[in-house]
């Protein structure tokens, strides 16, 4: 045996000893089939792998897959993964094949599976239009959708109550979805951005698809969203799409593989459907009869004052409310301008609602409660408030103005700063004990100001703490800007604070028992904290790169697998429940490693 044959040994044993755990296999289940009939290829790795390649099924047709699967196990704190990757086959035409070895990489390195051979023998006929060809279904066995056959089928409407109107005046929007398809699943793709418009949504309650007639179709139709409208400015303004993507089942067509036509006759495809944009043209209000102190009140309304008390004592509090009820831009009324006496102390409204956003519109009351303090005796009255308002539905302004109130004010019982006259000499001044002070009578004794201070110690000492300061703050002032001029290291101090945040949320999912969304954060926080502190782009972060990386900085092999292990549970688990640890014991599992490689680097 060559000294060549020792070292290939040698090199075997020790690859061995290191990898001997790790095992990448492919299986079938069956190596002689027949045409046209399907079969299963399976590669699984007993280890955590990534950049899965699979081999060249030359002879071969794919209807379906990859088919991917992950199985972990913990055993007195050790973690270990399994990955499975599965197609289905069909063979096109008889004769001897060798399916060839798929590659995975595990810890840097790549393996390779065992080829598979496989004796074709006649069977079924196969279509020749696709015999070599490799199909590969989207993730989970759903297809993208032709958008051309199913925009007639499944599609969603924006439908508006009005596309002519004034400014300010409520639209009711509406959104359906029409379909003829059975949908498996749904998500909002694209919201829609409602910019010009003040919106409300209107709540929908809980619905079932409902059969209508659409160009002398049957469809099932639905409400997507409902929402009131109030255009902000005049002009022409566009309502845009609302995209959802759906997941739906459609009849397997004679053009489809066999696989497909031999289980049910229908398969499922993904189709992302849009509502088409709505133009709102929006008319100014007119200038012709507005009156003076409109402030933008579009709608019908009516309005309403009370008040609590019509005889007070100076310096007693009573409340003046205000209600405006009706239908419009009631939210968006602004503050009313009032007119109160001068020796009333008035503070600024509780503005209080009761307004309902329904299929009618936004309708109800706003409530503007006015605390008001009187300050002086008297007899005093209070105005008239005046309001107006633009009613769309007559072209036409309005104006409304309720009582008013006489209030009588008595003098204070109790003493206070504040001296009420009466009407015979009363004047519009308030003396307060802290504006005017009583003249001190008596012997007063007289210092030069400041004479004790100047010449004293602490005349000295303030005296030099001025250049001290500003010495120490160009001092601080320069570290500071060399310290924060290294950006690579700046980001990596930070790193911890940042996971801190990210872990905070997780920790909030947690408690709200919203697991999935916990895994995100966790996912994205251990994430984040690799991307700063080993000065790598988030996009470029894969577990090789990380691996490398901190073993470059001397960081343990242990905490290195203990961080893969955690990572890949958390991605596993963004996909799949996981019920053999505690979410809680992975939470602390994440933040002992970034404990620790704080620790180590």
């Not at 995975?104 to 196969?126: A, E, M, W, Y």
């Not at 239009?129 to 989207?138: F, G, H, R």
């Not at 005046?169 to 998500?187: G, P």
């Not at 303030?462 to 002032?477: D, E, K, M, T």
């Amino acid at each position: 045996m060559t000294r060549r044959h020792y070292i290939s040994l040698i090199l075997i044993f020790l690859a061995n000893l290191v990898f001997g755990q790790v095992k990448f296999s492919a299986s079938v289940s069956s190596t002689t089939v027949g045409t046209g009939e399907p079969f299963e290829i399976n590669f699984s790795v007993n280890g955590n792998g990534s950049g899965f390649a699979p081999p060249d099924f030359r002879g071969f047709q794919v209807v379906g897959g990859p088919n991917q699967s992950t199985s972990m196990e913990m055993v007195n704190g050790n973690t270990s993964v399994s990955l499975s990757y599965g197609y289905e086959l069909m063979a096109v035409s008889e004769g001897d094949f060798t399916i060839g070895p798929a590659t995975i990489i595990v810890d840097g390195h790549r393996l390779t599976s065992n080829p598979i051979k496989i004796k074709v023998v006649k069977g079924r006929s196969v279509p020749q239009n696709n015999q070599t060809q490799t199909q590969t279904a989207p993730a989970g066995g759903v297809r993208a959708g032709n958008t051309g056959d199913l925009s007639k089928q499944i599609f969603i409407k924006a439908l508006v109550d009005k596309t002519d109107v004034y400014e300010g005046q409520q639209i009711t929007l509406t959104y359906k979805l029409y379909t003829k398809l059975n949908i498996e699943q749904n998500a909002n793709s694209v919201a829609p951005s409602l910019n010009g418009f003040w919106s409300e949504d209107i709540k929908l309650k809980p619905q079932q698809l409902h059969v209508e007639i659409y160009n002398g179709q049957r469809f099932g139709v639905a409400e997507l969203k409902k929402t009131v409208l109030f255009p902000q400015h005049s002009g022409d303004l566009t309502v845009d799409p609302l995209g959802m993507l759906f997941v739906v089942q459609v009849p397997v067509s004679t053009g489809d593989d066999i696989f497909d036509q031999m289980f049910g006759g229908q398969k499922q495809v993904k189709y992302e459907a849009k509502s088409t944009p709505v133009t709102i043209h929006v008319r100014p209000l007119p200038a012709v009869g507005k009156p003076n102190g409109f402030a933008g009140a579009v709608g019908n309304f009516s309005i309403v004052s009370t008040i609590d008390k019509t005889e007070v004592k100076a310096n007693d509090a009573l409340n003046y409310k205000v209600a405006i009820t009706g239908s419009g831009n009631i939210k968006l009324l602004q503050q009313p301008n009032t007119n109160f006496p001068p020796d009333f102390e008035k503070y600024d409204p509780k503005v209080t609602d009761t307004v309902n956003a329904s299929e009618n519109g936004m309708s109800g009351t706003r409530f503007y409660n006015y605390l008001l303090i009187p300050r002086h005796q008297g007899d005093y009255t209070i105005d008239p408030f005046k309001f107006s308002w633009f009613n769309p539905a007559t072209g036409r302004y309005y104006s409304a103005a309720t009582k008013a109130f006489q209030v009588k004010v008595d003098k204070g019982s109790a003493p206070s700063n504040v001296t009420a006259f009466s009407d015979a000499d009363k004047q519009d001044i308030k003396m307060l004990n802290k504006d005017i002070r009583y003249i001190k009578t008596g012997n007063v004794d007289l210092n030069k100001a400041g004479g004790d201070f100047f010449g004293s110690l602490l005349y000295y000492i303030l005296f030099l703490i001025g250049p001290v300061l500003a010495y120490c703050g160009y001092r601080y002032r320069n570290w500071l800007v060399e310290t924060n001029s290294d950006i690579v290291k700046v980001k990596s101090r930070r790193a911890g604070k940042i996971a801190a945040k990210h872990l905070a949320s997780a920790q909030q999912q947690l408690l709200a028992d919203n697991t999935k969304a916990f895994y995100e954060d966790l996912f994205k926080g251990l994430y984040g904290y690799l991307s700063d502190k080993l000065n790598i782009q988030y996009a470029s972060l894969d577990r090789e790169t990380i691996a490398a990386t901190l073993q470059a900085r001397n960081v343990s092999e242990g905490l290195i697998k203990r961080l893969s292990d955690t990572l890949d549970l958390c991605e596993m688990a963004r996909y799949a429940p996981v019920t053999h640890i505690a979410a809680k014991e992975v939470f602390e599992k994440a933040k002992g490693i970034i404990n620790d490689i704080e620790d180590e680097i």
